[in-house]
């Protein structure tokens, strides 16, 4: 795509989006009253849906090398796109940074003056899968990183990289620590169908929900008051049991619970992507993202929304 043939609105400052997908398509109405908004896609489909929301696409692909065009384009980055499925390490992150730190080489439709290289401010939306497994305990930022899974070591991987980048640019970076996003559309429903069982309740773990309209919320918001290098838990207030959580969902849909096992008979019984998550226990403390984010949560807890959904909310 030719950038010159769009011309942001002078006005307003321009914020580059990494990942647009769900979560971002939920915080662009918020955003499009403070910003001019990029997003990167990497296919003309992709570029065509971002269109219709308002958005003006950039095309590039992390997995391809670094994008050139990604240069200088905002001074305001939120970064969602997800490592890619394989290594120990966030390639696809690493591109984006060395793209972020290079000069601009199109004005974007503004002045040379205006020209720069390393963002502002920048958010982060990880995951909370870099604490490893805390055999249930309660989880604050102040835990070290310990992540069990490739998945998590590269989330981990990626953080550690935006810290270094944000220090050596001078950057404001806050990163956000998803635990399971969920949303009307975004429920295990494929995982019941199958009756793939759960953990038995004596030796059930604990998870963390966060609905995609908060966590959509928690981005916007961690652009502004996100302290430098900051890490916060995007949960909501009530973790809870993975088996109950299933089981909440079957009944929504009016499906049958999948059946429960032990653990060490989930072991074979379990696809690895879900065993990876029945294997870790944690209770995020989500204190830090309400005290100085000041985030208001829509959905507080799963309960909350399943009643709604009950009573046609």
């Known amino acids: 795509m030719n950038l010159r043939k769009r011309t942001p609105n002078p006005a307003k400052p321009r914020l580059l989006i990494i990942g647009c997908g769900d979560v971002m398509a939920r915080a662009l109405p918020w955003l499009a009253r403070r910003f001019q908004i990029y997003a990167s896609a990497r296919s003309p489909e992709s570029a065509a849906r971002l269109r219709a929301l308002g958005v003006v696409p950039v095309t590039a692909d992390l997995d391809a090398g670094v994008p050139q065009r990604l240069a200088g384009i905002a001074h305001w ?9 394989s290594g120990a390490r966030d390639v696809r992150t690493r591109r984006l940074l060395a ?101 038995a309740a004596a030796e059930d773990s604990y998870s963390n929900h966060i609905h995609a309209d908060d966590l959509a919320q928690a981005a916007c918001l961690a652009l502004f008051r996100a302290a430098p290098l900051r890490s916060y838990n995007a949960s909501d207030d009530a973790p809870g049991r993975m088996g109950d959580w299933f089981d909440q969902v079957a009944d929504l849909l009016d499906l049958p619970r999948v059946p429960r096992v032990s653990r060490a008979d989930a072991q074979a019984q379990v696809s690895p992507g879900l065993l990876s998550y029945l294997n870790e226990s944690r209770r995020l403390d989500n204190t830090r993202i309400k005290r100085e984010l000041r985030l208001q949560l829509r959905w507080p807890s799963v309960a909350v929304w399943l009643a709604a959904k009950r009573s046609g909310g």
């Open 99 to 199: 793209a972020l730190a290079r000069p601009a080489r199109c004005s974007v439709g503004s002045s040379l003056s205006q020209r720069h290289s390393a963002p502002r401010r920048l958010a982060y939306i990880g995951t909370s899968g870099v604490y490893g497994n805390a055999d249930g305990a309660w989880v604050a930022e102040t835990r070290p990183a310990a992540p069990d899974s490739p998945r998590a070591q590269r989330r981990a991987d990626a953080e550690s990289q935006l810290r270094a980048f944000a220090r050596r640019h001078g950057v404001r970076l806050g990163l956000l620590r998803a635990p399971g996003i969920y949303a009307e559309g975004r429920l295990p429903e494929a995982r019941i169908r199958r009756g793939e069982p759960a953990i």
């Open 77 to 85: 980055v939120i970064h969602s796109a997800p490592p890619a499925t």
